[in-house]
T-cell receptor
Framework: GQNIDQPTEMTATEGAIVQINCTYQ??????LFWYQQHAGEAPTFLSY????GLEEKGRFSSFLSRSKGYSYLLLKELQMKDSASYLC????????????FGKGTRLHILP | NAGVTQTPKFRVLKTGQSMTLLCAQD?????MYWYRQDPGMGLRLIHY???????AKGEVPDGYNVSRLKKQNFLLGLESAAPSQTSVYFC???????????????FGEGSWLTVV
């Protein structure tokens, strides 16, 4: 089956950098997503990695190592509005390309 | 552009009642999904569909049924609601395509269901 692990909670300071890790086990890896979800709202797309390496998009970057089953989301210059849950999700080509989510990491930003 | 629309947004049910959640997307997506989200459990896949007329079970399908009679609609049914089905339900859709790295999935705004 699939197994996706990420820390439950993290705390960081405004203006700092934080890295949220995600490890996964899946038989037919076909891409990894990161989503942001504010309380009471729907998840919104942040990044997608299917090849090894770093994808940078403004203050957010996402890294993937397929051989290690590992990804991280890097958030720079943290702002109070970055307080949210960050969801790691994996697509599995051996299972109809369906997308399975980890339990999410709740990030708290301190002033 | 409406994207993914879910109805109703809020509903309170009595144990044993039935109801249907409707999801509609206007992006011509092939794939549609129903997830539930509970505190500490993240998003769990209930059922999904890879195209009109097809459905398949996800991680937590028990107590739910789905139908995809039209490509744009994906219905989630609760035949006999139980308090354990109190949750937030999210519908999502996506369109996997070769050569398109951004197989983004788009979410509806969520439906808050309480079973008493």
């Amino acid at each position: 089956g699939q197994n996706i692990d990420q820390p439950t909670e993290m705390t960081a300071t405004e203006g700092a950098i934080v890295q949220i890790n995600c490890t996964y086990q899946t038989s037919g890896f076909n891409g990894l997503f990161w989503y942001q979800q504010h309380a009471g709202e729907a998840p919104t797309f942040l990044s997608y990695n299917v090849l090894d390496g770093l994808e940078e998009k403004g203050r957010f970057s996402s890294f993937l190592s397929r051989s290690k089953g590992y990804s991280y989301l890097l958030l720079k210059e943290l702002q109070m509005k970055d307080s949210a849950s960050y969801l790691c999700a994996v697509r599995d080509r051996d299972r109809d390309d369906k997308i399975i989510f980890g339990k999410g990491t709740r990030l708290h930003i301190l002033p | 552009n409406a994207g993914v629309t879910q109805t109703p947004k809020f509903r309170v049910l009595k144990t044993g009642q039935s109801m249907t959640l409707l999801c509609a997307q206007d992006m011509n997506h092939e794939y549609m999904y129903w997830y539930r989200q509970d505190p500490g459990m993240g998003l769990r896949l209930i059922h999904y569909s890879v195209g009109e007329g097809t459905t398949a079970k996800g991680e937590v399908p028990d107590g739910y049924n789905v139908s995809r009679l039209k490509k744009q609609n994906f219905l989630l049914g609760l035949e006999s609601a139980a308090p354990s089905q109190t949750s937030v339900y999210f519908c999502a859709s996506s369109y996997p395509s070769e050569g398109d790295l951004y197989h983004t999935i788009y979410f509806g705004e969520g439906s808050w269901l309480t079973v008493v």
